[in-house]
């Protein structure tokens, strides 16, 4: 089992920034973030695999740094020049085995995090 624990979400303007932590139990081989706007699909946003590949949404690609901290056990999103359609629910996930390059659905993940709001205004 693997817990994981979002902080870091809120309400901020068109063109800042925030940064969302996720709090983990273990590491696995590929960690992400989902974020869900009401009436959508959960989409993955960014994954890291174990060996420090990543990918990205082509939405956030050059705006979104996933990264991690093993000391601190956790996992980050910064998120830079946010728009109002960023404005959803995100959720940290964990699954024990690689993501590789292509986007990874709700699906291939295992374990999630309670999701934290995060909200842009115009």
């Known amino acids: 089992q693997v817990q994981l624990v979002e902080s870091g979400g809120g309400s901020v303007q068109a063109g800042g920034s925030l940064r969302l932590s996720c709090v983990v139990s273990r590491f696995t081989a590929c960690m992400g973030w989902f974020r869900q706007a009401p009436g959508k699909e959960r989409e993955e946003v960014a994954h890291?695999?174990?060996?420090?590949?990543?990918r990205y949404a082509d939405s956030v690609k050059g705006r979104f740094t996933i990264s991690k901290d093993n000391a601190k056990a956790s996992l980050y999103l910064q998120m830079n020049t946010v728009q109002p359609e960023d404005t959803a629910m995100y959720y940290c996930a964990a699954v024990d085995r690689w993501c590789g390059l292509n986007a990874r659905p709700s699906a291939w993940y295992s374990y999630w995090g309670q999701g934290i709001q995060v909200t842009v205004s115009s």
């Open positions: 890291m695999d174990r060996d420090g590949d990543t």
